[in-house]
């Protein structure tokens, strides 16, 4: 092959490669804008200060309901949690990249987001079934806000008591460090991008499960809330303190579950 042909096929693949990057993020930007759009228009009706909405009553259980509970739930962690993780997907396409670069078999990232996205899908499952079972027990209002204070009271101290656990900053640290994640935990093939994400999934849920849950205290209706549940989680995992951030945030909660609960007992 002659130098010019070898040339014309490097300037080729470069431009693929760039193009597929640029094809990644304008996908996890369209994901990111669609699942708010979704919350904005969607899971939003009937929130907090409204009582006309179609979520205004407590509704009756049938199996169509339980899927549309679900879809809200992953949908909603979708939003509050790609935003975090763009780093890491955008890592593993440029490690693709300089696979391909190399004549090495090319994984399309969308098997590295499944997998991510799986792991709260799985956790979306066990939110809606909590759900359903505080329903039960007449803990939560209409709007998917806990209407005990003393059950308040504990979602925010046991909330502020993992944000200190070793546990919690084991799986910060992962979502933190996607080179560190990408060079110990690398698998080849379609099968091996996807557990890739599952696992990287896996490691933010271990992180932040239970921000999550503490929408069962805010509002799972309550776009402020949710939005504020988001940039935290961002700024967590993204800024360079946002470890000791967490610390600080737990100490915070534990003292509002702390307020909460006297306040509770003293009324």
Same mark, same amino acid.
């Given at each position: ?34 699942? /708010? ?23 009756? /259980? ?47 990232? =969308? ?17 809606? +079934? ?84 503490? +929408?069962?205290?805010? =509002?799972?209706?309550?776009?402020? /809330? ?18 000791? +951030? ?20 003293? =009324?």
């Amino acid at each position: 092959m002659s130098s010019t042909g070898a040339t014309d096929r490097k300037t080729a693949l470069e431009r693929a490669l760039r193009r597929d990057r640029h094809v990644v993020v304008a996908g996890l930007a369209f994901i990111i804008f669609a699942s /708010w759009l979704f919350i904005l228009t969607g899971a939003g009706m009937g929130a907090p200060s409204s009582s006309a909405g179609p979520m205004a009553m407590s509704p009756t /259980w049938t199996p169509g309901y339980f899927v549309l509970m679900l879809v809200m739930w992953w949908v909603m962690m979708v939003a509050m949690m790609l935003p975090s993780a763009a780093p890491m997907v955008l890592l593993f396409t440029t490690v693709n990249r300089k696979s391909r670069e190399r004549d090495r078999p090319y994984v399309p990232t =969308g098997y590295f987001a499944a997998g991510y996205l799986a792991a709260w899908g799985g956790f979306s499952m066990v939110a809606v +079934l909590l759900q359903w079972g505080l329903e039960q027990l007449t803990l939560l209002s209409p709007t998917m806000r806990t209407t005990s204070l003393y059950f308040g009271a504990a979602l925010l101290i046991a909330a502020g008591v993992y944000q200190v656990t070793p546990l919690k900053h084991a799986c910060l640290r992962h979502c933190r460090s996607p080179l560190h994640f990408i060079s110990h935990q690398w698998r080849p093939g379609t099968a091996g991008a996807f557990r890739m994400g599952l696992e990287h999934g896996l490691f933010c849920l271990g992180c932040c499960w239970v921000l999550m849950v503490l +929408l069962f205290y805010g =509002g799972v209706m309550n776009l402020w /809330w949710i939005g504020g549940l988001a940039l935290y989680v961002l700024i967590e995992k993204l800024f360079p303190r946002g470890a000791r +951030l967490g610390r600080y945030a737990g100490g915070l909660l534990i003292l509002w579950g702390a307020a909460v609960l006297a306040g509770a007992v003293i =009324g």
